[in-house]
């Protein structure tokens, strides 16, 4: 009865764990399916005084004897203790030999003095990405850019009647001493505007070189006496201010629509009209007629736009895409486009580089967004980078709304805008505003018509009864 009791617990509890010493143990025994049944184990009893236990269990019994003597003769406590002292060590030594290998093969300190940016994942001699530092100053020049615009105010006597209908067509002159406005309105007359002038109305001279609406006019950048005036009876004239005439530099019966100049001289021109054509006319040659004529869109071109580094590239504003031509290319009919700006469901109302670069093309269109390209490489198709919602239905009494670019500028842009109260807006070509110029006394209707000077911190305004609008810091 002893020996049942304090074999008892002891089954038990080396039952339980038997799967964890048997690595350990130098002897291990094999069962058989036999084994687990009665009938086997009653043929193998054998009544010897050993409390009845069979030879099975005795021997089992036996095993686990010397299991337990092994196990305290290796003392596992202290192997184990030992086992985990070691593996610190060894841990240690390891990172200590890292660190000293690490200190011998450090380079050395860079010389002091600035050094090169050169990237060590890019290629040997590969320069920057130029995306980089615009990306950086980005927020800075914006930030002073908005400043400037805010401090743009108008007042009372900044406002002017120039011509007497609807204003088609205005530009600064280039000087910075005084601000001198010009204005093309719908019966073909001309007006000179200086600010704060003492001479005709207001400082407003009056002129009628033509007959139907100046649509398009700029002053000569190589010759600052010279704006040149294009109007829809067909005349492009040049008011020569120093010979005090209009001189005809170029005539057909009817229907021209817009110009820009192909030289830095500004004495070769790319004229377009109603038809579809571009004429290439040089002012040196005698007479008022072109040096070639090319047909491009069956319709109608509303505006060309010169490239101002390139110049013998030129943007066309044809029915539903935006073209461009190499002058150097071009044929009587059919002339193939070097590049085409796509994605405008109506008709477009202007297309221009951007003033600097040439590198974008920006795009007003009757669908009621502006859109800017990026013309850069010059592809196929000129991908589109930003496109922005923009009011453009003015209805048959207002001129049409045409977004242009700042000269001072690469990437912002004026437009006129149809909301209430009635301002002006400038974009950033990401398609952020940037400014919305307004005045409840002295603005109270669209300004169709926008422009701001090349140099001077200044913007014009024209409205449909012949008002030019300055703001000016």
Aim: hydrophobic share 35%; aromatic share 8%; glycine share 6%.
């Amino acid at each position: 009865m002893n020996t049942l009791k304090e074999m008892t617990p002891v089954n038990l509890e080396e039952t339980s764990r038997r799967s964890s010493r048997t690595a350990l143990a130098p002897k291990r025994l094999q069962y058989s399916p036999e084994d687990s049944t009665a009938e086997t184990t009653q043929k193998k009893r054998v009544r010897d005084g050993h409390g009845g236990l069979s030879a099975y269990e005795l021997e089992r019994l036996e095993n686990i004897r010397q299991n337990q003597a092994f196990l305290s003769s290796i003392n596992l406590f202290q192997v184990v203790c030992l086992a985990v002292l070691l593996g610190v060590l060894s841990f240690f030594f390891c990172y200590l030999f890292g660190y000293l290998l690490g200190l011998k093969s450090t380079p050395a300190k860079k010389p002091a003095g600035p050094l090169p940016m050169d990237p060590v994942n890019m290629e040997e001699g590969h320069k920057l990405p130029s995306q980089l530092l615009k990306l950086c100053s980005e927020v800075g020049v914006i930030f002073l850019y908005r400043s400037v615009l805010k401090n743009m105010k108008i007042t009372e006597d900044k406002v002017a009647k120039v011509v007497k209908d609807r204003i088609f067509s205005a530009a600064f002159h280039p000087c910075t001493s005084s601000l001198l406005m010009a204005a093309g309105d719908k019966w073909g007359k001309v007006g000179l505007w200086k600010l704060g002038g003492d001479w005709g109305d207001d400082g407003v001279l009056l002129f009628e070189p033509h007959t139907r609406p100046v649509g398009c006019m700029a002053f000569s950048t190589a010759h600052p006496t010279q704006l040149l005036s294009l109007s829809y009876d067909g005349s492009l004239r040049c008011m020569d201010i120093e010979k005090a005439v209009f001189d005809d530099v170029y005539d057909i019966e009817d229907g021209l629509k817009t110009f820009d100049f192909m030289s830095h001289d500004c004495v070769t021109l790319v004229v377009g009209n109603w038809y579809g054509e571009v004429a290439i006319v040089d002012r040196r040659t005698p007479g008022n007629s072109h040096e070639s004529l090319h047909s491009l869109d069956p319709k109608v071109l509303r505006c060309v736009s010169v490239h101002p580094l390139q110049k013998q590239y030129f943007a066309v504003a044809e029915s539903r895409y935006v073209s461009i031509y190499d002058s150097r290319c071009l044929k009587k009919k059919k002339s193939e486009a070097v590049s085409q700006l796509h994605g405008h469901s109506l008709s477009i109302s202007s297309a221009y580089f951007s003033p600097i670069t040439g590198n974008r093309v920006l795009t007003s269109c009757m669908d009621d967004n502006i859109r800017i390209y990026d013309t850069s490489a010059m592809t196929t198709k000129s991908p589109l980078l930003t496109s922005i919602r923009h009011d453009m239905h003015t209805g048959r009494w207002l001129t049409k709304l045409s977004a242009v670019w700042d000269p001072k500028q690469e990437d912002c842009f004026v437009v006129g805008s149809m909301m209430k109260p009635r301002r002006v807006r400038v974009f950033h070509e990401s398609g952020q505003p940037q400014h919305s110029f307004m005045d409840n006394e002295n603005l109270s209707t669209v300004l169709s018509v926008t422009a701001f000077h090349p140099t001077r911190n200044a913007l014009l305004g024209g409205n449909a009864s012949g008002r030019l609008h300055i703001f000016s810091s």
